[in-house]
């Protein structure tokens, strides 16, 4: 019965050896480790680029949907609002001796073409920060 | 005795360069290749065509024939050597020798559009080949 008491003791001792040991190699491995993230602009949500519809939303619509755009220019006669996000994430690896950072950046842009009557005529959005990710390996693609 | 005695110098000289040395890269959207815009046609593809293959655009411009639709990307290597932590050790001073080096290789891939959203032509800006990690300045 006793006998029974101490291997279960001991077993219970290793398993919390083991965790503890398993959580000073993370810790050992993430150390020297940094995440930076910088973005510029606001969220371009897909549910308010789906309620942009060509033929019939209207400039005052829009800018009640979006808000101001980011840049305002004319595309032969027709006025065109551009609106952006930025998302840049960033990597380090610091290992005191050999240092890696790798940065990547990439933004969504959503261009809203009004015809002369103001009135949306086509709509050119991608979101390109969605498949973002923090890298910190700066070799290869 | 004398081979381990070699090897562990080889070891520490061929690790030499890389103490203190620091590896950075930016990188600025996905960098297009011939490969990617290989599915455009002139007078064929359309706007829709091209932005469901490579996203929106970074900037509309208009031209005299229509509209110029261009894509930037951007690769910046930057890497450094440090050969001062060599002498760290035995120094009381903090040396710094450093050779660095900043290769950037911007790129821009321009589509013009006639007025109906079709295609006439298309080409990459420049040809930058990314630089290697290579912290020899001279």
């Known amino acids: 019965m006793d006998q029974n008491h101490s291997s279960e003791k001991r077993g219970i001792t290793m398993k919390t050896n083991r965790y503890i040991l398993l959580l000073l190699l993370t810790v050992a491995l993430f150390q020297g480790c940094a995440f930076s993230r910088g973005t510029v602009g606001d969220t371009i949500t897909p549910e308010a680029v789906a309620a942009i519809h060509q033929g019939s939303t209207t400039r005052t619509e829009l800018l009640h949907l979006l808000g101001a755009p980011d840049r305002l220019f004319q595309l032969n006669g027709r006025d065109v609002l551009h609106y952006y996000r930025y998302d840049a994430k960033a990597g380090s690896l610091l290992l005191i001796l050999l240092n890696f950072t790798r940065l990547s950046i990439k933004s969504d842009d959503l261009f809203v073409v009004l015809n002369k009557e103001g009135v949306v005529e086509d709509i050119i959005s991608s979101t390109r920060t969605n498949g973002l990710k923090f890298r910190f390996w700066p070799f290869g693609e | 005795m004398c081979k381990r005695a070699t090897f562990w110098i080889a070891m520490a000289v061929i690790c030499l360069p890389f103490q203190g040395c620091n590896v950075v890269r930016i990188s600025l959207n996905t960098t297009l290749t011939p490969q990617d815009v290989a599915f455009i046609v002139p007078g064929e593809t359309t706007l829709t065509d091209v932005v469901t293959k490579l996203g929106a655009p970074d900037t509309l411009t208009e031209s005299e024939a229509g509209i110029l639709a261009t894509y930037r990307f951007m690769n910046l290597k ?46 990459f800006q420049r040809k930058l080949s990314p630089s290697p990690f290579y912290p020899y300045p001279f």
């Open chain 2, 78 to 123: 930057y890497s450094r050597v440090n050969f001062g932590w060599v002498a760290k050790p035995w120094t009381p001073v903090d040396p710094d020798l450093i050779f660095s080096r900043t290769g950037l290789a911007v790129d821009a891939f321009q589509v013009a559009f006639d007025l109906s959203w079709v295609v006439r032509h298309h080409a």
